[in-house]
């Protein structure tokens, strides 16, 4: 995530055509000789982002904005963007050369990723980025330079196989050298990593402890089909709860409210009001705290469900506790803003607050998140992000300075201010506000 102005550099590389569609170009690199290199004209676009961000409000996959993507080759750059406000980029038509060209993703706070470009398939769906604080690797070797190989490969049982696990790709020195997640197929992977290291491949998913597969030393494109058993069963089981029923206080059936629950120490809003779930193992650590949440009138209530006991997940709920929590906002010279939404916070395990408010309107709510260094009383930089639709950034401040006031264990309470930036790095003057949220 990155929220700080970048000036764009763009390098092209002249290409003469020889052929309608496949061409022998004279190019100079950085040797004074010329070499002929092939290429075709190629349209490339796709995504990147982050699996399993704590930013988003399903703690799910969040797309990143401005992560500066380079088109290269031989080392050399040979076109350059920026990823929009969801998270896309493209490259207009140009030609590319058949062996070689990758893509370099880069952003501050994250590990860098490679994309290895093939002449047929020029769409790049989804490009996983890493953040620096993921804690089973010691370090990056992905490098401007390459070479870079493509391995694809099936390790899940189609049958069994019902979650996409995080895989990535290390090498002899337990380095970073390449992630995927898949997407539409929980089956199939592709990972662009370097050529000619010891590499390893890992593979991460709730409730599993994290595998590590020897593959060798490989010098060019591989199907893994031969090297991986496909038998591995890493399905996990799912449970959810549901609410026949959610009064008021009157003892009156009500509809419309939002549910949020905290498993293992983070919480999910839920999708609708029909119910929530997630994986077994976290609702086994510790018990789950379900709440919901009326906005007119302001009120909430928490329960706590002890699964481990056996107690079930499905329940009715009577909504009485008044909610007094908030975030309040300027932006510039702006009206001060104050949504009535239930707002809370998470205590992380390295410190840090996780503070969140999620409007119930999905396609068109506005989303806040605070990630703040420190949760004791004190002035701290944050994180911050506000979206909407689930991907859209409004603004953001990687320099937001919080001073939480006051941390009772129940509520934590503070101030912020800081300069914000719109989606495409544009001041939007000094965001500044308060908030009281409740510890979850």
Known sequence: MKYINLSLLLVVFC???????QDLTNTEFKNPESVLVATTDLTIEGGVGEFGSILHWTNLN?????VKIQLMFNGETLDETNSDERGSFSFPTQPIPNEGAYLLFESPGFYNNVEKIDTLPTSIYYTNLLRKTFPAIDGEAISDGGPYIKLKGILQDPLTAGVAPLYYITNADNELIGNTTPMDDNTAFTITTLANEELFLNYKIDCHPIGTIPLGSLTEDTDLGALLDQSFDLSTGFAGGFFSNVYDCPGNIISEYS????AD??????????????????????????????QNPRKYQEKIIDYAAGQSLSTDMTVCTDDDTFIKYTIGNGTEVTPDLFTYANILPDGKVL?????PDYDNGTD??????DAEPGTNSSEVVFYSGGIDIILGGNDIMTTITANDGEFVEGTFSGEAFDA?????GNLTGSFKARIQ
Not at 355 to 359: A, C, M, R, V
Not at 424 to 428: A, I, L, T
């Open 62 to 66: 969040f797309r990143l904005h401005n």
């Open 15 to 21: 290409f003469t055509a020889c052929q309608k569609n």
């Open 265 to 294: 120490g983070l919480t999910t809003h839920s999708w609708g009001t029909a119910g929530y779930g997630t994986w077994k193992c976290k609702l086994l650590a510790n018990p789950v705290i379900v709440t919901i949440a009326t």
């Open 368 to 373: 806040i998140t605070f990630i703040i260094s």
């Open 355 to 359: 503070l969140k408010q999620k409007d």
């Open 259 to 262: 549910i949020f629950f905290t």
């Open 424 to 428: 495409y790095e544009g001041s939007m």
